[in-house]
C-alpha cells in the first residue's frame, strides 16, 4: 500500500505514524487518521414551550490545526423527531442527520473542510424518549505539504515518462475517501466500481475542489458527499487480476443519490479490447503540482498486455489512482489497481473476471438500457443520407450528436431529443419515423425510451409537390400524392395531411394541387 505521508501530530494527541509497504504497490494514497476525543452529551430531553423544535446540545468540536474534520459517533441514540446538526466554521457547510441517516452514514458525518464544526443535537418540543451522543474519535488531517514542482516524477512508480495528466471533471468519476482511491458510477442506482483493496472506503465525493498551493486536499460542498451503504460491498484483494470490488453508495443531504444529481453513468464493456487498444483513465491521483493533488485527472495511454485476469497498460497513475476505470470507447473494460517496480508497468483488473462480473450482476440491478438507431434516409429510395443529428442528452457511454448511421444507448425512461437540419446533401427534411412510423413534418422531435427503436429522419427533393422524391415535379407525384391520400383515409393516419389542418380530408388534395402548379410553374 502507497501511503500519502508519514506524519507526527503536535497538538495534545498520540503520536501517529504511517508506514508504506512498497513491493508492487498498490494505487491507493490514504488520508487521514483517527484521533481520540471524548464528548458525552449525557441524556437530553426537550422540553415543552413555543417553537416546533429545541436546541437540546451544542458545542464546538476543535481540534487545532486540522485540515478538515469528521465526526464519529460511537453511541447516538436520538429520540423520534431528533436529530444531530453538524455546521463547519470555515464555510457553513451543513448536515442534518436522524436516526435512519446515521444509519446510512454508519454513524458518522460528512467531511467539512477546517478545525471546528458546531455540533447540534436538536429535537421536537415534548418529544418522548431522550437523546444521547458519544464521540470518542474524530477523522482529521494535518497538513505536512508536499514540494511542488513538477507534475510527476519520472521514474516514479506508474508514470511513464513524463506525467501527462490533465485536469478534468467526470461527473460519474469519485474520490473514495479515506481510502484515497477512486471509484466510477456504472449505472442508475448509484452503484460503483473500485478496487478491493480500496474497499474500506466509506465517502464518496465528486466536484473536487483544486488542493492548497501546499498539496493539502479540500472537501467538495455535503451535497456532493455521498455515504458507501457497507452491506453492499462486495470484493476481493488477491493481488494483481484478482483485485476488484463492488458496492452501492446511499443519499446526500438533499436526499439525492449520485445518479439523480448528476445523470452520468459510464456503462461495463460487452467485448475486451485488444493489445494497442487505446484507454483513458479519469483518477483522484497524488501530484507534486499540489493544486492537482488528489484532484480529478484524465490520463491516456493504450493497453499493451492482456492477460486472462488483468490488463497492462501506459497510462500515466499515481497514489489514488486505484479503483479508477479503465475506459474504451467510454465503456469501462478494467479498474486500476497496481504498478511494479519504477517506471511504466501499470495494471489493473479484468472487468469481465467472472467473480468481478457475478459482484457487478448481484448489486447493480441495472434497469434494461435500449438501443436507439439513428438513420437518415431519402424518401423516394430510402438510400442513406449522412446528416448530421442533433441528440440531447448524451447516452450511457457519454456519446449525443453524430453524423448518420449512428447507435445510442439510453436506460429506459429516459426522455431524448433528435433535431434533424432542415436540407443536407441537397434534399429537404419532410418528417421522422420511429419504426416506420411518421411522426410529423417537425425537425425536432422528443421521444421517451421505451424499448429499442430505429429512428429515421425522412429526406426527399425540396419541392414541396414532389411527393415520390424523384427530385422532379411531374405527374407521378400527383399519383404518388392520392395514393398516399387513401392509404391515410384507409389507415386513420396523417401522413397526407399536407394542409396541416390535423385531417386528411378533400382539402389536402386540393392544397396538393395547388402547389403542384406553383411548383411546376416556377421550375422547382
Not at 98 to 105: R, T
Not at 159 to 187: E, F, H, K, Y
Not at 441 to 468: E, F, H, I, K, Q
Request: glycine share 10%; with cysteine.
Amino acid at each position: 500500500m502507497l501511503v500519502r505521508r508519514c506524519c507526527a501530530v503536535a497538538v495534545a494527541f498520540p503520536l501517529v505514524l504511517c508506514s508504506a509497504a512498497l513491493a508492487q504497490p498498490t494505487r491507493d494514497n490514504p488520508m487521514g487518521m483517527r484521533l481520540p476525543y471524548a464528548l458525552d452529551t449525557g441524556p437530553l430531553k426537550a422540553g415543552d414551550g413555543a417553537g416546533a423544535e429545541q436546541v437540546v446540545f451544542s458545542r464546538e468540536v476543535t481540534v487545532p490545526g486540522a485540515l478538515w474534520l469528521r465526526l464519529h459517533f460511537a453511541e447516538a441514540g436520538l429520540a423520534p423527531g431528533a436529530a444531530i446538526v453538524v455546521r463547519a466554521a470555515a464555510d457553513g457547510e451543513t448536515q442534518r442527520l436522524d436516526a435512519e441517516g446515521l444509519d446510512m452514514w454508519s454513524n458518522s458525518t460528512a467531511y467539512f473542510n477546517g478545525d471546528t464544526v458546531l455540533l447540534e443535537v436538536v429535537a421536537p418540543r415534548g418529544a418522548a424518549g431522550e437523546c444521547r451522543v458519544v464521540i470518542r474519535e474524530i477523522e482529521t488531517e494535518f497538513g505536512v505539504g508536499v514540494p511542488g514542482g513538477l507534475r510527476g516524477d519520472p521514474g516514479e512508480c506508474g508514470i511513464c515518462g513524463t506525467d501527462d495528466r490533465t485536469p478534468s471533471s467526470q461527473a460519474w468519476a469519485a474520490r473514495l475517501m479515506p481510502v484515497g482511491c477512486t471509484a466510477s458510477i456504472i449505472c442508475e442506482n448509484s452503484t460503483f466500481v473500485t478496487a478491493g483493496h480500496c474497499i474500506s472506503g466509506t465517502v464518496v465525493q465528486f466536484n473536487v475542489p483544486a488542493s492548497q498551493s501546499n498539496c493539502n486536499t479540500v472537501n467538495p460542498p455535503v451535497a456532493d458527499q455521498f455515504p458507501v451503504i457497507t452491506s453492499t460491498r462486495r470484493w476481493s484483494n488477491a493481488g494483481v487480476g484478482a483485485d476488484w470490488g463492488v458496492f452501492r453508495t446511499g443519499v446526500n443531504n438533499l436526499n439525492e443519490t449520485p445518479f439523480e444529481r448528476y445523470g452520468q453513468v459510464r456503462p461495463i464493456a460487452p467485448n475486451p479490447p485488444v493489445n494497442g487498444t487505446v484507454i483513458n483513465i479519469f483518477a483522484y491521483g497524488a501530484d507534486t503540482n499540489c493544486v492537482r493533488n488528489q484532484t480529478q485527472q484524465r490520463s491516456i495511454g493504450t493497453i499493451n498486455q492482456v492477460a486472462p485476469d488483468f490488463y497492462g497498460f501506459n497510462a500515466d497513475v499515481r497514489g489514488g489512482s486505484s479503483g479508477s476505470a479503465i475506459l474504451v470507447a467510454n465503456q469501462i473494460v478494467g479498474v486500476v489497481t497496481h504498478c511494479s517496480g519504477g517506471g511504466c508497468s501499470n495494471s489493473g483488473t479484468r472487468v469481465d473476471l467472472q467473480p468481478f462480473r457475478d459482484a457487478i450482476n448481484e448489486i447493480s440491478n441495472c434497469d434494461v438500457s435500449h438501443t436507439l438507431q439513428v438513420r437518415a434516409t431519402r424518401l423516394d429510395t430510402a438510400a442513406p443520407v449522412a446528416v448530421t443529428i442533433s441528440i440531447n442528452p448524451a447516452d450511457n457511454s457519454g456519446n449525443s450528436s453524430g453524423t448518420t448511421p449512428l447507435d445510442r444507448s439510453y436506460l429506459e425512461g429516459v426522455n431524448v431529443t433528435l433535431a434533424a437540419p432542415s436540407e443536407a446533401a441537397g434534399l429537404c427534411f419532410r418528417r421522422w419515423e420511429i419504426d416506420g412510423v411518421d411522426q410529423g413534418p417537425s425537425t425536432v422531435l422528443a421521444m421517451t425510451v421505451t424499448a429499442p427503436a430505429t429512428v429515421t429522419a425522412r429526406y426527399a427533393g425540396c419541392c414541396l409537390a414532389d411527393w415520390d422524391g424523384s427530385g422532379a415535379v411531374n405527374s407521378t407525384d400527383i399519383s404518388a400524392f392520392l395514393t398516399a391520400w387513401l392509404d391515410s383515409l384507409n389507415n386513420q393516419d396523417l401522413n397526407a395531411d399536407f394542409d396541416g389542418s390535423g385531417a386528411v380530408n378533400s382539402s389536402d388534395i386540393s392544397a396538393f394541387l395547388t402547389q403542384w402548379l406553383t411548383d411546376v410553374s416556377t421550375g422547382c
